[in-house]
């Protein structure tokens, strides 16, 4: 059977140590969501010692990235067949 961790507090063992004691998969479930606090704290005091967003610009990715993320490409495909007025009978 897989064994599945998500060693959060044990940062210091290598994956190879998990590797070897049969480990099938590691989590590093918060890791990410942890730097991206960091990142916004960072950013947040960068606005507003700058009293503007023109200085974060090159720190952050484009909007179009956001929409790339949530797979905008299939929302649109949707609201075309589901959104469009019925046509009516004649």
Do not use: C
């Amino acid at each position: 059977l897989p064994i599945v961790i998500a060693p959060t507090t044990y940062n210091q063992v290598p994956a190879a140590e998990f590797e070897r004691m049969g480990i099938s998969v590691v989590l590093w479930a918060n890791h990410l969501f942890r730097a991206s606090i960091r990142a916004m704290q960072d950013t947040a005091k960068k606005v507003w010692a700058e009293r503007s967003t023109v200085g974060i610009e090159p720190m952050i990715v484009p909007v179009a990235e956001v929409f790339r993320l949530q797979n905008d490409a299939e929302l649109k495909e949707a609201e075309d067949r589901y959104l469009k007025p019925p046509r009516l009978a004649r």
